[in-house]
């Protein structure tokens, strides 16, 4: 990871809404179609993934791509 793990873990809230916005907008995608889609560093994206899904913001899908990468897709919260 080029930056250190607690900065990329404090930008989750500024980067949440922009990741759960593009896996609503293109439905499921793994987390290297999200970081090519977002423009944001794919290490990073997998640390802010985890907490997205750890939280109930995404879900992920069951089985693996052709790539062997899981599909998250954003979940409705009230």
């Given at each position: 990871m080029s930056?250190?793990?607690?900065e990329v873990i404090r930008e989750e809230p500024?980067?949440?809404g922009r990741l759960v916005e593009l896996l609503f907008d293109a439905?499921?995608?793994t987390v290297p179609e999200?970081?090519?889609r977002s423009g944001f560093p794919e290490d990073e994206v997998m640390v802010w993934t985890m907490?997205?899904?750890k939280?109930?913001?995404v879900a992920e899908?069951?089985?693996v791509s052709g790539d062997g990468h899981y599909r998250y897709a954003?979940?409705?919260?009230?």
């Open positions: 930056r250190d793990l607690r500024l980067v949440r439905g499921p995608l999200l970081a090519e907490g997205l899904r939280y109930g913001y899908e069951k089985g954003a979940v409705k919260r009230p």
